[in-house]
């Protein structure tokens, strides 16, 4: 069965303290690994897609990396307003209109 | 643009009681689906709709119903609630089967408590 895992559950830096979340997945035949930010009290909220091992997307302070098995989501220089849970749902063909997601980390960024 | 609505916020229902919650998206999206998301775990799929008229069952459609009469609307009803229901539900659209860019477009979630 697919699994999903992402690590730390939390996670609490300074402000402008670099540092990566972890989403390792198990699926087969990856379509799409997909991560999204989900603020208290709200919906999640898309941010990246990726498709293939060796890709990176790229917004403000936020990276996300692909490879075969893990994806990650590096942080830099972060400020309080990146202080939420970050989820990521890797998609394969056998999942049809399902996609799994983690079941995030929660990232603090003290000021 | 409202995006996605769900309506209640918060709901308290009683064991055996029935409810609908409402999902309405005014951005001419043809799929449309529902989560649960409980501590700890990530969404997990209920039903889906990839457009008026056809609905389809997810990862835990138990105890649970959906259609799906027009594009705007998707409600979720609970015919007979029970404890194991407590949870917040999130409704999410797309502008094609999320198979394609995973881009859900999310409703602010429906907190929901079975006692």
């Known amino acids: 069965e697919d699994q999903v895992t992402q690590s730390p559950e939390a996670l609490r830096l300074q402000e402008g303290e670099s540092s990566s979340l972890n989403c390792s997945y198990t699926?087969?035949?990856?379509?799409?690994l997909f991560w999204y930010r989900q603020d208290p009290g709200k919906g999640p909220e898309f941010l990246f897609t990726?498709?293939?091992a060796g890709e990176e997307k790229e917004k403000e302070r936020l990276k996300a990396t692909l490879t075969k098995k893990e994806s990650f989501l590096h942080i830099t220089a972060p400020k309080p307003e990146d202080s939420a849970t970050y989820l990521c749902?890797?998609?394969?063909?056998?999942?049809?209109?399902?996609?799994?997601f983690g079941a995030g980390t929660r990232l603090t960024v003290k000021p | 643009n409202a995006g996605v609505t769900q309506t209640p916020k918060f709901q308290v229902l009683k064991t055996g009681q029935s409810m609908t919650l409402q999902c309405a998206q005014d951005?001419?999206?043809?799929?449309m689906s529902w989560y649960r998301q409980d501590p700890g775990m990530g969404l997990r799929l209920i039903h889906y709709?990839?457009?008026?008229?056809?609905?389809d069952q997810g990862e835990v459609p138990n105890g649970y119903n959906v259609s799906r009469s027009t594009t705007e609307d998707f409600p979720l009803r609970l015919l007979s609630a029970a404890p194991s229901q407590t949870s917040v539900y999130f409704c999410?659209?797309?502008?094609?089967?999320?198979?394609?860019?995973?881009?859900?477009?999310f409703g602010e979630g429906s907190r929901l408590t079975v006692l």
């Open positions: 999410a659209s797309s502008y094609a089967g999320q198979t394609d860019t995973g881009e859900l477009f």
């Open positions: 699926v087969s035949g990856l379509r799409g």
């Open positions: 990726l498709y293939s």
């Open positions: 749902a890797p998609h394969s063909p056998e999942d049809n209109n399902d996609m799994r």
């Open positions: 951005m001419n999206h043809e799929y």
């Open positions: 709709s990839v457009g008026a008229g056809i609905t």
